[in-house]
């Protein structure tokens, strides 16, 4: 998480789904090759294949399902 997001929290603000949004982003950077349980998306799709890939809206909205 971005020093920015982080800080935000810690000061009691709330996350914007533009910066939340970004997080996802980043986290799928990161794993999406592996695509473990270290994407809070991957416990959604019940064995299909991510068609969020990159797109942190996208994981966003799947989230709030």
Known sequence: MEKEK???LI???TLSDKDISEVLYDICDTVHASC??????YE????KQCE???NGAEMLKRLRK
């Open 6 to 8: 982080l800080l935000k």
């Open 11 to 13: 000061n009691g603000e």
């Open 36 to 41: 473990d349980s270290e994407c809070p998306v």
């Open 44 to 47: 959604t799709l019940n064995g």
């Open 52 to 54: 969020c890939f990159k």
